[in-house]
């Protein structure tokens, strides 16, 4: 009995992931026309119907960036919803008549088409002829589709990466571009001439200024969206550091840790320090005594003063301890609004990343040398062991960890080679191939 009512519910498992299954066409199809519509919302309640121009000066950077950001998820969705479809619908075609008798019926192809003919008509505007290219040169066509799909090689979408922002052309970019010939490389005129005439017809042509406009649109937006992207990863777990430990993990630990119950020192360092301490502030009451002449302090008043000391430094580093436990559920607290922020931002960290590209390549080649030399010598460098122990104890500080010599040295002979190494191989593999003359500038310096 128990194994036939197991068989029955394994049964209608696999009944139900097989109706799921062969709906998948509809399904997708309804999520890629649902997408679209969404599209279509936002055209007509905040551009009267048009095109979403991420240009337009109608509304602030602000605006235009949640427009933009809207669009591209809403246009991969439905790039990828369509391309599901297509396959999904050739891999089922040959599974029509089970899906018959499975009892699911499909929507009339009349309705898909119509639907079909919306998304097109919605998307067609924001496809431009380099993402079709790119689309075309991806797409992998089924061998011997039907003559009598509903759908026709002209709707076949294609998949689409994230749009995101140009970058800079390459010498390297513009030769696979367009391989050059003889005649291409040695042509009739100079070509210092040849650039002039097209200078010129770039300033005679009517659309230069509206270019121009644009362009410069674009870089201001880039820069604003970055400058304000690494604001945002500095102060945001800076603010999170504090408000956690005045507010959250500040008030939890003083409310565990009490004088009664917890020990004043959480490491022997700390305790090594507050013993110096009082023994300096007792050779300092004796070097005071024999300054003034003054009769010898009874060992009554020598041992109430420093027994007032000794309260006075157990406070202290009460306070430090408890400070140092704050610090590591901040700090917890802390990388993990760094991580959300890098996770919620993929759109503004790549725009980020070509705006540092964009100020990298555009450096002249001794300001590129200088940079490097400048952070190889600081982190890499003959006098870098010094920064990267004072680095390390300051972290362990922090923590109220005690300072380990051992891996402090251990870790000063091994990062600092393995970060020289990761240089040394950016600048012959990357560097030396986009900038050769950058390169040969830096050995110059260097030497």
Known sequence: ??????????????????????????????????????????????????????????????????????LNKLLKIAKMRLTEFRASRWFLNEENQNAQKAGIEHPSPALVLQKLNFIDQVISKYITSSDQITSNALVVKPPNLPINSAISDDKLLLVNTPTLPPKIPTQDSEKKQKPKGKVDTTGVLPRSILSTITRLQVELDPNSEKEV?????????????????????????????????????????????SSDQMQIFINSEMEEEALQELERFEEKLKFENFIRNAPPLS???MEIQMTNKAVELAEEFRQESSNAIKNVFADMFSVGAFIWLLLVSKSSIAVVKDFFDNIVYGLSDSAKAFIIILFTDIFVGFHSPHGWEVLLEGVSRHWGLPANRDFIFLFIATFPVILDTIFKYWIFRYLNRISPSAVATYRNMNE
């Open 299 to 301: 060992s009554e008043q």
């Open 1 to 70: 009995m128990k194994n036939s009512v197991f068989s029955q519910k394994i049964y209608s498992f696999l009944l139900a992931a097989y109706r799921w299954y062969l709906q998948t066409p509809e399904r997708s199809l309804h999520e890629a026309y649902d997408a679209a519509l969404k599209i279509k919302e936002i055209e007509d309640k905040h551009f009267s119907g048009n095109k979403i121009d991420i240009d337009s000066a109608t509304y602030s950077n602000s605006v235009m960036d949640y427009f933009e950001s809207d």
């Open 213 to 257: 406009i644009q362009n410069f649109r674009q870089t201001q937006r880039r820069t604003i969206i970055s400058i304000r992207f690494i604001l945002l990863l500095i102060i945001v777990p800076l603010l999170t550091h504090q408000i956690a430990k005045a507010f959250v993990v500040g008030p939890s630990v003083e409310h565990f840790r």
